[in-house]
């Protein structure tokens, strides 16, 4: 009986913070089953969208003006999301203590740089299924990563990913194809 019990406290106190995390942020939009262990933190207007059985360890940070889409039964671990257009993440994805920026805060150019940031400044990052990204890697604006893919510890990842490959490093590389 106190398997049961400890089962339906533990639902409970997932859907009271549901419930809370609802009233504190209105652009925040929470599956079913969504279970928040640790601390979520919106800012700047960011819309986010969390897919249901999706867990949320530790503080989990969403900021900027844009979208945030998150799949179903993915695991958020510690990671910042910097969204000016949009980051999509896909289904039964990991990320693990990672940031993802969809915008490089200032032009390029030498005599654009104190000028505000243009369109050319971001582009959106997809994340497709089933993908795991590791601890302190970077995710950078316009980045596709392929489903099945993994991104090492410590990568910043600045072109697309293809699926199914392991890539590591700064700038990233393919270290492993699981598909040969």
């Not at 652009?27 to 867990?55: P, W």
């Not at 503080?59 to 979208?67: D, H, I, N, T, W």
Request: proline share 6%.
């Amino acid at each position: 009986m106190t398997g049961i019990r400890r089962g339906f406290v533990v639902r409970t106190v997932f859907a009271v913070k549901r419930g809370w995390y609802r009233l504190r942020y209105p652009r925040l939009q929470l599956g079913a089953g969504v279970e928040i262990r640790g601390r979520i933190r919106l800012r700047r207007g960011v819309r986010v969208s969390i897919g249901a059985h999706t867990r949320l360890n530790k503080l989990v940070r969403f900021a900027g003006p844009g979208e945030v889409r998150v799949g179903a039964n993915c695991l958020l671990n510690a990671t910042w999301i910097g969204s000016w257009t949009s980051v999509t993440i896909g289904d039964r994805c990991l990320l693990s203590d990672c940031e993802f920026l969809d915008n490089d805060f200032h032009n390029l150019a030498p005599d654009r740089r104190h000028d505000p940031p243009g369109p050319a400044t971001r582009a959106p990052i997809t994340v497709e299924d089933n993908v795991w990204i590791g601890a302190h890697a970077l995710v950078m604006k316009g980045v596709r990563i392929g489903r099945d893919s993994v991104v090492g510890a410590a990568a910043v990842v600045r072109t697309d990913v293809p699926p199914g490959v392991v890539v590591i490093g700064n700038p990233q590389q393919i270290a492993k194809k699981f598909h040969d």
